[in-house]
């Protein structure tokens, strides 16, 4: 029965996460907002909202390892699974914006993250303030920089003309199936793991973290068949940032994250501060300011050996 409520969990994640972003793009038209920023703050957040639930919901159950480990495992994701996957189907194009804010931003808020979880094993309320006030000026400066001649072609046109009414009706089905899908995902994760013997932060930073990753790669690879643009490097950076600075810094300011689980600073975090510095020079070799199939590649078989070294810890 576990298996089934993870399995309705992710179901109910992905439908969640899909109305939410569609609401909150459609609601970004009606206030006016370019599509760049549309793409870069509300869709990074609305897909950041599964990752949200389920650690707000996992640290208030008693479960902090999920808390973390879901985060760190989503961060790992977004970049080894879904950055890889999508450069495997189509190219994916960036600019000297990722080398000169996105990527530096990204690896601030991830050595912050190491430094307060390694300083006194713990994420408190004050280091959880920080994060999110670090999210506020990197999403102010984002606005200050954005052109308003820089377009993405992920988002659909017609999301302009849907009606409040319809936008409001969306963000309830999505609040919905996302507070009920987190519910049930983390529920019958943890009984998963009582049964097969493995920890909670493994079940987190792996099943947990692919079914909080999944808005993610169903938007690019919806992009992709749909022969748009696919997310940008910079969106799934954004989508980091947002994770440590909304996810655990909201959840830490409401109730302080221990670390419960050694592997979380002797081995998750530095993965996932591994896939965040490596691709600097993946967008440079072999072709600059190009994600292709190579590089997806790479990424795909360093998330596939992650997962694999994970499991085979937890024997």
Do not use: H
Not at 221 to 230: F, G, L, N, Q, T
Not at 285 to 291: A, C, D, G, L, N
């Amino acid at each position: 029965m576990s298996v089934v409520w993870v399995i309705l969990g992710f179901i109910l994640l992905v439908i969640g996460g899909e109305y939410l972003v569609r609401s909150s793009v459609a609601l970004s038209f009606k206030l006016n907002l370019s599509k760049m920023i549309i793409g870069l703050t509300v869709v990074s957040f609305a897909t950041s909202a599964p990752e949200l639930l389920v650690s707000l919901n996992a640290a208030l159950s008693g479960s902090p390892a999920i808390a973390i480990n879901n985060v760190v495992g989503s961060n790992i994701a977004n970049i080894g699974l879904v950055l890889g996957i999508t450069a495997l189907i189509g190219v994916i194009t960036t600019d000297k914006s990722f080398y000169s804010f996105n990527w530096p931003v990204m690896m601030a808020f991830s050595l912050a993250l190491y430094y307060f979880l390694y300083n006194d094993k713990q994420l408190i309320a004050v280091e959880g303030a920080i994060l999110f006030l670090g999210l506020i000026a990197f999403i102010y400066f984002l606005l200050r920089r954005a052109k308003k001649n820089v377009d993405l072609d992920v988002v659909d046109e017609t999301l302009a003309q849907v009606s409040y009414f319809k936008i409001f009706i969306w963000l309830i089905i999505g609040g919905t199936a996302l507070y009920f899908g987190s519910d049930w995902l983390v529920s019958g994760a943890i009984a998963i793991a009582e049964k097969i013997g493995v920890s909670e932060a493994v079940i987190s930073v792996s099943m947990i973290a692919f079914g909080t990753s999944v808005p993610e790669l169903a938007a690019s690879v919806i992009a992709v068949v749909k022969k748009e643009r696919a997310i940008s490097l910079g969106n799934l950076i954004g989508s980091n940032i947002f994770n440590i600075g909304s996810v655990l810094g909201l959840t830490s300011m409401i109730k302080t994250i221990p670390v419960t689980d050694s592997q979380i600073l002797t081995r998750d975090i530095f993965w996932m501060l591994l896939f965040a510095a490596v691709i600097l020079p993946m967008i440079f070799i072999p072709k600059r300011f190009q994600f292709g199939k190579l590089e997806g590649i790479m990424l795909v078989g360093g998330y596939g050996l992650f997962i694999f070294l994970v499991f085979l810890g937890s024997n």
